[in-house]
C-alpha cells in the first residue's frame, strides 16, 4: 500500500429518501407528464436511481399557464420585501438539506462528493441569499426607478451543476418578480426535482416555480410556446444557436451561456506551485464538465519543461473514483454519449500529432470514466486546441512574449473566461485589458461569487449571470415609474 493509498471514506446514501419515481412539477404539485418517463442512472455504476416524468408540448403548456396565472394572481402583486422573504426562505432550507442535496448531485452527475459538498450546495445556497437580498433593492439595478419584471421567464439549463445552474436561473428571476418554468438536463434532474419539494416546504406560492424535465424536445416546447417572456439558456452553442433562430422576431428576451475554450497563461515568473493547483483546478474540477474550464493551457516556453513535469507529478496523486468518497478527487463523465465524445476527440488529438499523457490509475469496471489526461506539443490548428472537449483533457501550447500569448489565447471562437499567472500585477493587468474573455482570473481559477456577473463574448453567448447586472436580464425599464 503506497502512502497515496487511503481507505474508502464513502458518504452514506441512507440520508436520501428518494421515491421510486417523479413527476413534473407544475403549480406546485408532482403531477404525471404524458411523454414517455425515462429512467435516471448513476454514471459512476449504471445503477438506476428513480424514474422521471417527460413533459410533451401540453405539459409544457400546463406549466407555463401556471407560471401566468401565478405571475398574474400573486407574484406581480408581492412587494419585493415580501418576494426576498421566500428567496431568505428557499437559502436556509437549502442549507438545511445540504448533505441530501450534495450527495443526490454527486449520484445524479457523478462529481465528487468533496465538489458537491463544499462547492455547489453552498454556493446554491450563496446565490438565494444574494438575489433575496436584492429582491427590494431594484430601483438601483441600473435601471432607473421601478424597473418591471418580465413576466414568464422559462429557463433550460444542463448537467453539469445541476443545482447551482438551477439557482442561477431562478434566484434572479424570482428577485425580480417574474415566475419560472424550469427544465433540468434529461441526465440529471434529481436535484431539481428534491429542489421543487423544498418549494412545498418553503410555502412557495403554487405557479411561481414549475419544473419540466424531459429531453431537447421539452426544452423546444418552451422555447416556441407563446405566453414565455423571456428564455434563459446554458448549454452548447449549436443548441443556443438554434434557440436564437427560433426566439428571432417573437419579442422574446433572450441570454444564453454557451461553451468556452478558455485559455489559462503561465508566465515565467508565475508562482509555479500556485500555478500548477491553479490549472488542475482548472480543468480537472468536476472532471473537466466546467463551461470555463481552463482547457488550454499556455505556457511560455522557458518554464514549459518545469510545468510540465510539475503537472505530471501533481497528476499522479489525484485519486479516480467513487463519487461518494469524500477521498476522490476525478468522479464519473456524466453520460455514455459524453465519454463517446471526449474519447473521439482525444483520440484526433493524438492522430493530429499531439503528445499523450494519463498517470496511472484503475478505471472502474462499471460507468463512464476517463483518465485524466495532458497533450504536449498541440498546435492551434489542433481540434483538441479549438473545439470544447468538455471532459478533464487538458491542452499545452506554449508562448514567448506576452503578446504571443495574447494572441494565442484569443485564437477561439468562444470568449468565456481566462486565467493569468504571473508575479507582476502590471503585466496581469495589462494583459487582462486585452484577452476577449466574461471573466479573467488572476493567479487562481474558477473562483465564482453571485455577487459577480458571469458571461461570454461571440460564441460563449450573451448576457449576464450573478452579480447586478444579472438581474437586468429579468427586469424591463420602466420610464413612467409606475409601480
Ligand atoms: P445541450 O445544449 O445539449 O443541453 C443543454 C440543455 O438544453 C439540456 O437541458 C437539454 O435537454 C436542452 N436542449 C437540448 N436540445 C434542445 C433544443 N433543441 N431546444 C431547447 N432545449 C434543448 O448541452 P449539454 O451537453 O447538456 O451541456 C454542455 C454544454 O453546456 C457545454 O457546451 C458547456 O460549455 C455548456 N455550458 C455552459 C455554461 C455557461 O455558463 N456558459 C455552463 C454550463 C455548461
Given amino acids: 500500500m503506497s502512502f497515496l493509498d487511503y481507505a474508502p471514506a464513502p458518504e452514506s446514501r441512507a440520508i436520501l429518501n428518494l421515491r421510486p419515481s417523479y413527476g413534473l412539477f407544475v403549480n406546485g404539485e408532482f403531477v404525471d407528464g404524458n411523454g414517455t418517463p425515462f429512467t435516471t442512472i448513476s454514471p459512476a455504476t449504471e445503477e438506476s436511481i428513480a424514474e422521471i416524468a417527460t413533459a410533451d408540448d401540453h405539459d409544457v403548456d400546463l406549466a407555463v399557464q401556471a407560471a401566468r396565472t401565478a405571475y398574474d394572481r400573486v407574484w406581480s402583486k408581492l412587494s419585493g420585501a415580501d418576494r426576498g422573504k421566500y428567496l431568505f426562505r428557499i437559502a436556509r432550507l437549502v442549507q438545511e438539506r445540504a448533505r441530501e442535496l450534495a450527495v443526490a448531485e454527486s449520484l445524479n452527475n457523478g462529481k465528487p462528493i468533496k465538489e458537491s459538498r463544499d462547492l455547489d450546495i453552498p454556493l446554491v445556497a450563496a446565490w438565494f441569499f444574494y438575489y433575496a437580498g436584492w429582491a427590494d433593492k431594484l430601483d438601483y439595478a441600473g435601471l432607473g426607478a421601478a424597473p418591471r419584471a418580465l413576466g414568464v421567464a422559462g429557463q433550460i439549463i444542463p448537467w ?46 403554487p405557479g411561481v416555480v414549475n419544473i419540466v424535465t424531459g429531453a431537447g424536445a421539452t426544452g423546444q416546447a418552451l422555447v416556441r410556446h407563446p405566453d414565455v417572456d423571456k428564455i434563459a439558456f446554458t448549454g452548447s452553442t449549436n443548441v443556443g444557436r438554434e434557440i436564437a433562430r427560433t426566439t428571432a422576431g417573437t419579442g422574446k428576451r433572450l441570454t444564453l451561456e454557451l ?57 499522479s496523486t489525484l485519486r479516480l473514483g467513487d463519487p461518494l468518497d469524500k477521498n476522490t478527487d476525478i468522479g464519473a463523465v456524466n453520460s455514455r454519449e459524453q465519454l463517446d465524445r471526449i474519447k473521439e476527440l482525444t483520440a484526433a488529438g493524438e492522430a493530429e500529432g499531439a503528445e499523450r499523457w494519463s498517470p496511472a490509475c484503475e478505471i472502474p469496471a462499471n460507468g463512464f470514466w476517463f483518465a485524466p489526461t495532458i497533450f504536449t506539443g498541440v498546435q492551434s490548428s489542433h481540434r483538441i486546441a479549438r473545439e470544447e472537449i468538455f471532459g478533464p483533457v487538458l491542452s499545452v501550447l506554449t508562448f514567448r512574449t506576452p503578446e504571443e500569448a495574447i494572441a494565442k489565447a484569443n485564437n477561439t471562437p468562444y470568449g468565456l473566461s481566462a486565467g493569468i499567472w504571473s508575479d507582476k500585477g502590471s503585466r496581469v493587468l495589462a494583459v487582462a485589458d486585452r484577452l476577449k474573455a466574461g471573466v479573467v482570473w488572476s493567479n487562481t481559477f474558477n473562483r465564482f461569487d453571485p455577487a459577480s456577473p458571469f458571461g461570454g463574448y461571440k460564441e460563449s453567448g450573451y448576457g449576464r449571470e450573478g452579480g447586478k447586472q444579472g438581474l437586468t436580464a429579468y427586469l424591463a425599464p420602466n420610464p413612467g415609474g409606475v409601480k
Avoid: Y
Wanted: charged share 15%; glycine share 6%.
Fill in 259 to 315: 461553451g468556452g475554450k478558455a485559455a489559462n497563461i503561465v508566465f515565467d515568473d508565475a508562482p509555479i506551485d500556485q500555478a500548477i493547483e491553479g490549472v488542475v483546478n482548472g480543468i480537472f474540477f468536476n472532471q473537466g464538465h466546467v463551461c470555463c474550464a481552463g482547457s488550454r493551457l499556455l505556457v511560455q516556453e522557458n518554464v514549459h519543461d518545469e510545468v510540465i513535469e510539475r503537472l505530471k507529478h501533481r497528476l
Fill in 160 to 205: 453539469n451543476f445541476p443545482l447551482l445552474m438551477l439557482a442561477w436561473k431562478i434566484a434572479p428571476a424570482l428577485a425580480a418578480g417574474n415566475t419560472v418554468v424550469l427544465k433540468p438536463a434529461e441526465t440529471t434532474p434529481l436535484t431539481a426535482l428534491l429542489f421543487a419539494e423544498i418549494l412545498q416546504q418553503a410555502d412557495l406560492p
